[in-house]
């Protein structure tokens, strides 16, 4: 989830926030939580109403006042942040946490771990002083998380404040067989009604018709809360698909290779991050490494992973696009591509094209979404043949890839 805030968003969350968000920062290290403090605050949508050196006075606090987001430290004396978590979780269940650790193999691990016990979100810190006072764009992805949590907060719960535009109902138009033009209804099984969005009011959710194939591999793109929301989809791809199944999900290296190690261990699926020049196999998942796009080539016959340091796109590196550019070269039609939870619209163009093809896309709806950013942005385009919650998915996408060959 390496996106660089200061892009163009969806929408900003806080602009018309009546009341700041409600921050507590929680690191065992005075100075870190006075440059976090001073960064947050600096946004003028954010407010730090708490600074906490560890875990148990991070439950102490958040007992006696209301917060929407908490960033947390991993490593601290007294009560480390994987062990505070739960009881904050359990404290208030609406309340978003952002885990902060450094880059390394054994936070990533922890951190994994932290969004699979209900985190939502990390954001990784330079490790040194000197290297946070300087890192803009972790600043500026900071900002952007507490941002859209904060409002995923006070969503969960009306009572921390109000929201930056009220949920309204959205109309789908859903496609209608023999020619007929759309018409506006109740969704479909496939398409929960109603469709709600803060960030796409002005935009009804269209659903394509589905075609009627059976695709040879199936790529998945995510970002915001995407690692839960891989775990779950792909917890139902044990046994039995024969596709292979290719994602890019916005995150730094080493991150990545935990992330590969996760899915196998809880999925029972083998996953790994892929590797330039390796073949592409049915039955197997590939997960973009970090700060690599991962693009699909056919050579002599042979499908391949290819991994680039072209620039970023969608101020992201690995992103979506580009990924599924390439695989509707080789595949064509027979692309399945599932759009999860995350912020900005990288995948829309890259879905765009999937769809141009004859492929099928599935989107993430809103309410099971940590953010409907990406999910939303395909959906309100009217790229998407389905749009289901978190739970329907990996049923629906193993249905699909099972069916008979067409």
């Avoid at 200061?6 to 921050?23: D, F, H, I, K, M």
Wanted: net charge neutral; with cysteine.
């Amino acid at each position: 989830m390496n996106d660089i805030p200061g892009r163009p968003q969806a929408a900003s969350p806080a602009a018309a926030t009546t009341e700041p968000y409600r921050v507590m920062v929680v690191d065992n290290s005075a100075v870190i939580r006075g440059l976090l403090t001073r960064t947050l605050e600096g946004d003028g949508t954010i407010r730090v109403v708490a600074s906490v050196a560890n875990g148990q006075m991070a439950i102490n606090t958040l007992q006696r006042q209301s917060l929407d987001v908490i960033v947390l430290d991993i490593e601290m004396p007294v009560m480390d942040g994987l062990t505070a978590l739960p009881q904050l979780i359990a404290a208030d269940p609406a309340v978003k946490v952002i885990m902060a650790s450094t880059l390394t193999a054994k936070n990533a691990d922890i951190s994994l771990r932290a969004l699979r016990a209900g985190a939502s979100d990390y954001v990784t810190k330079p490790s040194s002083t000197r290297e946070l006072t300087g890192a803009e764009s972790f600043k500026a992805e900071l900002v952007s998380k507490v941002q859209a949590l904060g409002e995923a907060a006070r969503r969960a719960d009306p009572s921390k404040g109000t929201p930056s535009r009220p949920l309204a109902p959205r109309p789908v138009i859903a496609p209608v067989p023999g020619g007929v033009a759309p018409v506006t209804g109740t969704a479909s099984a496939a398409a929960p009604s109603p469709i709600r969005s803060r960030l796409f009011e002005q935009a009804p959710v269209v659903l394509r018709p589905a075609p009627d194939i059976r695709p040879d591999i199936i790529a998945i793109g995510s970002s915001t809360g995407g690692p839960q929301a891989l775990f779950e989809v792909m917890a139902h791809f044990r046994g039995g698909l024969q596709q292979p199944i290719v994602i890019t999900q916005h995150m730094p290296a080493t991150f990545t290779t935990i992330l590969a190690e996760h899915i196998t261990r809880q999925c029972g699926i083998e996953c790994a991050e892929a590797k330039d020049g390796e073949p592409i196999v049915g039955g197997r998942a590939y997960v973009a490494p970090g700060d690599n796009h991962f693009l699909l080539v056919s050579r002599n016959g042979v499908t391949t992973a290819q991994l680039t340091k072209d620039p970023p796109e969608n101020f992201c590196r690995p992103a979506v696009d580009p990924m599924l550019r390439s695989i509707v070269k080789i595949y064509g039609r027979k692309v399945l591509a599932v759009i999860l939870t995350g912020m900005g619209h990288d995948g829309r163009g890259g879905c765009d094209q999937v769809v141009q093809a004859g492929g099928m896309v599935v989107g993430q709806d809103e309410a099971s979404s940590v953010v409907w950013g990406m999910p939303g942005a395909v959906a309100t385009a009217g790229l998407c043949s389905s749009i289901l919650p978190l739970k329907e998915i990996g049923p629906f996408i193993r249905k699909i890839a099972l069916r008979t060959a067409a």
